[in-house]
């Protein structure tokens, strides 16, 4: 017993040795009322203790059930919202290829409509769409006038001048109406 004792020391007290006996208290002689009282109040303070405990232990499931518990709601509540995340991101993703191949679609009718225009504005298309709807034939040498103009120029060129009206200062306008000019 007395070498447990040589051990680093934290107090500058040194430590007491314990006897390696213990005290006994001599017997006294006591009535079975009092005996059975004390194994009485002992039961008690067993069953008491081991109802404390129980209820102990009880508490202690009921925490340690409930901190599961929300854990697993916490996980289930991630998972959730990662997956209604995802849901969104793949319909936006479904729309934009929608609204792609819509583009592609109008891009092959733009392209379809110019190429008509195209051929529609062909010279020989024009002369045949006249000769067929509007009835029009080209002209004869009979048909052809000609003209003769003089070679004078009937073209009128301006000689006015164009004046620009510039912002003027107070003191401009002072000396114009000193001297009367405008």
């Not at 006994?24 to 203790?49: C, E, H, R, V, Y």
């Not at 003769?148 to 006015?160: F, G, I, M, Q, S």
């Amino acid at each position: 017993m007395a070498n447990n004792y040589y051990g680093y020391q934290y107090d500058t007290n040194p430590r007491k040795i314990a006897p390696d006996y213990k005290k006994t208290k001599p017997k006294k002689s006591t009535n079975n009322k009092k005996k059975a009282i004390k194994s009485n109040n002992t039961k008690t303070s067993i069953n008491s203790q081991k109802k404390r405990e129980a209820q102990q232990q009880k508490r202690t499931n009921f925490k340690l059930k409930f901190a599961i518990s929300l854990k697993t709601i916490l996980i289930f509540a991630a998972l959730f919202f990662i997956l209604f995340r995802e849901a969104q991101i793949n319909e936006k993703f479904s729309k934009i290829q929608n609204l792609k191949s819509e583009v592609t679609t109008i891009q092959k009718e733009n392209d379809q409509l110019e190429i008509g225009i195209q051929n529609s504005l062909n010279l020989n298309n024009i002369e045949q769409a006249a000769k067929e709807i509007l009835g029009m034939q080209k002209l004869t040498k009979k048909q052809t006038v000609y003209i003769a103009l003089p070679k004078k120029d009937y073209v009128e060129h301006r000689t006015e001048e164009v004046i620009l009206e510039q912002e003027k200062n107070w003191f401009d306008i002072f000396m114009e109406n000193l001297t009367g000019k405008k």
